[in-house]
T-cell receptor
Framework: SQQGEEDPQALSIQEGENATMNCSYK?????LQWYRQNSGRGLVHLIL?????REKHSGRLRVTLDTSKKSSSLLITASRAADTASYFC???????????????FGKGTKLSVIP | SQTIHQWPATLVQPVGSPLSLECTVE??????LYWYRQAAGRGLQLLFY??????ISSEVPQNLSASRPQDRQFILSSKKLLLSDSGFYLC??????????????FGSGTRLTVV
């Protein structure tokens, strides 16, 4: 089953505006990650936030994590046309270091930034 | 440097034909490798993962199989393709992100269309 569920499924904004995407998950996690996928390409890792962190920044990206609500948000500030892509959250469950590590991905938010 | 290669990029195959998709990594040893499938407009579905040569774990019973003949090679196969096997196939490799966290580096994907 899908661990992460992104919201909204699609988002269209004007260049320069901020884009906010949300992710909800069901089980306990060690960390939550966000990935970006350009059309027809593989996913690229953007940012990781650990379960004991509440907020993290990387350039124009800001990620928040609320473990009590089992939710995260990704904010892209001052969006550009080049930010047009699908964005996925992924969770790792409570990987203990034994066995195989697995990430579970949501269905993604398709972001369109209009020039 | 560490890189992941996946080929072919696109493939159109008739129903009932065999399939072989290959993924190789460079610059590392004993990698954890994964095959995901992404249906149109949907999230990623984990198909297989491998923690070493000859070690394959299947997540979803289906028409596909995987093999790990060499340390850095992961192959996805089918003896007879079905229409429902169409999709975007992604190979991924577990990479370390900081002290105790892991993420994935993805290949560029294979778009498979079964006709």
């Amino acid at each position: 089953s899908q661990q992460g569920e992104e919201d909204p499924q699609a988002l269209s904004i004007q260049e320069g505006e901020n884009a906010t995407m949300n992710c909800s998950y069901k089980t306990s996690i060690n960390n939550l990650q966000w990935y970006r996928q350009n059309s027809g390409r593989g996913l690229v890792h953007l940012i990781l936030i650990r379960s004991n962190e509440r907020e993290k920044h990387s350039g124009r990206l800001r990620v928040t994590l609320d473990t009590s609500k089992k939710s995260s948000s990704l904010l892209i500030t001052a969006s550009r046309a080049a930010d047009t892509a699908s964005y996925f959250c992924a969770t790792d469950g409570t990987y203990s270091g034994a066995g195989s590590y697995q990430l579970t991905f949501g269905k993604g938010t398709k972001l369109s930034v209009i020039p | 440097s560490q890189t992941i290669h996946q080929w072919p990029a696109t493939l159109v195959q008739p129903v009932g034909s065999p399939l072989s998709l290959e993924c190789t990594v460079e610059g590392t040893s004993n990698p954890n490798l994964y095959w995901y499938r992404q249906a149109a407009g949907r999230g990623l579905q984990l198909l297989f993962y491998s923690v070493g040569i000859g070690q394959i774990s299947s997540e979803v019973p289906q028409n596909l199989s995987a093999s790990r003949p060499q340390d850095r090679q992961f192959i996805l196969s089918s003896k007879k393709l079905l229409l429902s096997d169409s999709g975007f196939y992604l190979c991924a490799w577990r990479v370390r992100l900081g002290l105790a966290n892991y993420g994935y580096t993805f290949g560029s994907g294979t778009r498979l269309t079964v006709v």
